[in-house]
T-cell receptor
Framework: AQTVTQSQPEMSVQEAETVTLSCTYD???????LFWYKQPPSRQMILVIR??????QNATENRFSVNFQKAAKSFSLKISDSQLGDAAMYFC?????????????FGKGTKLSVKP | SAVISQKPSRDICQRGTSLTIQCQVD?????MFWYRQQPGQSLTLIAT?????????ESGFVIDKFPISRPNLTFSTLTVSNMSPEDSSIYLC??????????FGSGTRLTVV
């Protein structure tokens, strides 16, 4: 069974600085998707970024980028120029690649605080 | 991306009663997923709901406790039955978005007293 591990329960960053959130996963599959979701206090789950395992290029969305290391099964999220609105729980998630839309497997989350 | 309307957003219920949570999607989707998020925890999949068939439940979740309805391709309900304080959680529905990601409802915060 696939597992997702986030080893940092909490992280803190100064406004305008850069922070990296860690995620590792375990799977025997060669094709899969990886995601980072943000959950602010409103509890709405917001997709931050996604990565297809067959793509070597790291995904980037504005201030958010990932470092995808397939061999190491690592998928870290870098947030540049941190803003107060980035404060939230961040969940790393995995999904098998395939025709049917399978469910997501989540890590335990990292609580990010942004200091003004 | 699909848009999901989830109701109610929150409720406080007496133990022993039941609550039905609804999710309405603005487009037709094959699979809908129901998750539970206990206080301070991550999301755990309860079941996968396909239209026209019985829902598939994950280990630790049973149909008698969490019956699911999926009458059409845009709607699903999750009922939390015979509630106890341990059922106090956030419940979220989700749909796949053609591989681009997954869209979630806004969640239902349930408190059982």
């Amino acid at each position: 069974a696939q597992t997702v591990t986030q080893s940092q329960p909490e992280m803190s960053v100064q406004e305008a600085e850069t922070v990296t959130l860690s995620c590792t996963y375990d799977t025997s599959e060669s094709d899969y998707y990886l995601f980072w979701y943000k959950q602010p206090p409103s509890r709405q789950m917001i997709l931050v970024i996604r990565q297809e395992a067959y793509k070597q290029q790291n995904a980037t969305e504005n201030r958010f980028s990932v470092n995808f290391q397939k061999a190491a099964k690592s998928f870290s999220l870098k947030i540049s120029d941190s803003q107060l609105g980035d404060a939230a729980m961040y969940f790393c998630a995995y999904r098998n690649y395939g025709g049917s839309q399978g469910n997501l497997i989540f890590g335990k989350g990292t609580k990010l605080s942004v200091k003004p | 991306s699909a848009v999901i309307s989830q109701k109610p957003s929150r409720d406080i219920c007496q133990r022993g009663t039941s609550l039905t949570i609804q999710c309405q999607v603005d487009s037709q989707v094959t699979m809908m997923f129901w998750y539970r998020q206990q206080p301070g925890q991550s999301l755990t999949l309860i079941a996968t709901a396909n239209q026209g068939s019985e829902a598939t439940y994950e280990s630790g979740f049973v149909i008698d406790k969490f019956p699911i309805s999926r009458p059409n391709l845009t709607f699903s309900t999750l009922t939390v039955s015979n509630m106890s304080p341990e059922d106090s959680s956030i419940y979220l529905c989700s749909v796949g978005d053609r591989g681009r990601g997954y869209t979630f409802g806004s969640g239902t915060r349930l408190t059982v007293v």
